[in-house]
């Protein structure tokens, strides 16, 4: 871990002194991008925190959170060694073997895990996320030192207001998650059962009896195409914008267990309407916090700064003391209010969520991660539906599920 900080923080000096000799390159940029090599280098555990992170709008720059966002775990597939090593761990010689044939050629290959295609005894086709050996005492020797190291941070007199102890435990909380396979398919189970009554929406079924230790077995879902327009009529992508919209909002606002991490690679179109992969980042809020982000939802669409500045306030993680609470107040009312009056499909949360994460860090409101991650999880989905180019109202989209949810309380 050492040699590669000081590899990367020489070359970073090395980087900032060429590009910024008469160019118009930001320092800032420079480091970013020095800073995510760095970061991927030193392995899973740093590029999923960072991913995670570059969710929080609320304590980070947003130029640091999209340089963290771009981040992505491409990594080389298991080694025919380690495949063999994992499936000897999940599958020991005194239980039986499952699989009527294994394809130990990954279909899908993550920092964490791998996915193969394999046929069960019975017939079935299934895909089969088998973790990689080794990788949750990587994890937890990195997250040992990060705790070590936020300890530090917290004592440099230029780094106090970041709350870098409280960052790394929520992260590595997210982070190892996403290793329990178990968990996951627990989430698979009940994402699929919370859908079931959303028309054209699948969720792959987890098979328990034939998962093992560290491999979990699931339904494979075929002819899947990446999330997106394509040759669909404009009616067509109305509708499949309002399929997705209407999951996500029960997810948000009726179930309260949302996945968190909806980008396209893991939603997909198949004929039979949308699919929902990998639940290793879902989210299940509280009870009285799943209230209050669907209270703060509808206020936002009413026009209600003033109760919605509250909810924020309620429901933050942490308020230092002295916080501007007025001044924090009229922000927010400030900002509900240039959305209000806005005819159907002008609204965009994208830049109100900047405006809103941009008075949260200024002010030094931390927001709890259970009420960010199903925001980010929002705009992820918006963005994905922007690239559709239809007039959908978020909003009123919105408001059926909302009622519902809020007159169960």
């Keep these: 871990m050492v040699s590669v900080i000081v590899r990367h923080a020489i070359g970073g000096a090395l980087d900032t002194s060429h590009r910024l000799r008469g160019s118009p390159v930001r320092l800032t940029d420079v480091i970013h991008a020095r800073m995510t090599r760095a970061l991927f280098d030193l392995g899973p555990t740093f590029v999923k925190g960072a991913q995670l992170l570059s969710t929080r709008r609320d304590l980070l720059s947003p130029d640091l959170c999209d340089a963290l966002g771009r981040l992505h775990d491409q990594v080389a597939p298991m080694s025919s060694r380690d495949v063999e090593q994992a499936l000897a761990v999940a599958y020991p010689h005194d239980q039986r073997w499952p699989f009527a044939w294994f394809d130990r050629i990954a279909t899908a290959s993550g920092s964490i895990a791998c996915v193969y295609r394999a046929e069960l005894l019975n017939g079935r086709s299934v895909a089969v996320k088998l973790r990689r050996p080794g990788i949750r005492q990587r994890m937890q020797a990195d997250l040992a030192l990060l705790r070590g190291g936020a300890g530090v941070l917290q004592h440099v007199p230029s780094l106090r207001k970041v709350p870098a102890r409280r960052m790394v435990e929520q992260v590595g909380g997210a982070v190892l998650q996403q290793l329990d396979l178990d968990r996951e398919a627990e989430a698979l189970t009940k994402l699929r059962e919370n859908l079931a009554g959303v028309q054209s929406f699948q969720v792959p079924e987890a098979i328990p009896d034939a998962s093992g230790y560290g491999a979990l077995v699931m339904e494979f ?5 990446r999330f997106g ?3 669909f ?4 992508r109305k509708e ?3 399929q997705l919209l209407r999951g996500v909002y029960r997810m948000l606002f009726v179930d309260g267990l949302v996945h968190c991490d909806m980008h396209p690679g893991n939603l997909y179109i198949n004929p039979s309407g949308l699919v929902l992969l990998d639940a290793g980042f879902v989210v299940q809020l509280a009870p009285e916090v799943r209230r209050l ?3 703060f939802f509808l206020n936002m669409s009413l026009g209600r700064g003033n109760e919605c500045a509250d909810i924020v306030l309620r429901s933050a993680e942490h308020v230092p003391p002295g916080c501007d609470i007025d001044g924090f107040t009229r922000g927010i009312v400030q900002l509900v209010a240039a959305t209000t009056g806005k005819r159907a499909g002008q609204f965009r949360l994208a830049p109100f969520a900047a405006r809103l994460f941009d008075l949260q860090r200024r002010s030094g409101v931390a927001a ?3 009420f960010v991650f199903p925001l980010m999880s929002l705009l992820v989905v918006e963005g994905m539906i922007n690239d559709f180019d239809v007039d959908v109202d978020f909003q009123a989209e919105a408001m ?3 009622l519902n949810a809020l007159s169960r309380h």
């Design 293 to 295: 982000f669907a209270k």
């Design 240 to 242: 499949i914008v309002r």
């Design 233 to 236: 009529t404009n009616d067509k």
């Design 221 to 225: 879902v075929e002819g899947l195409e």
């Design 368 to 370: 709890a991660p259970e």
């Design 229 to 231: 327009p394509r040759r």
């Design 400 to 402: 059926p599920t909302l």
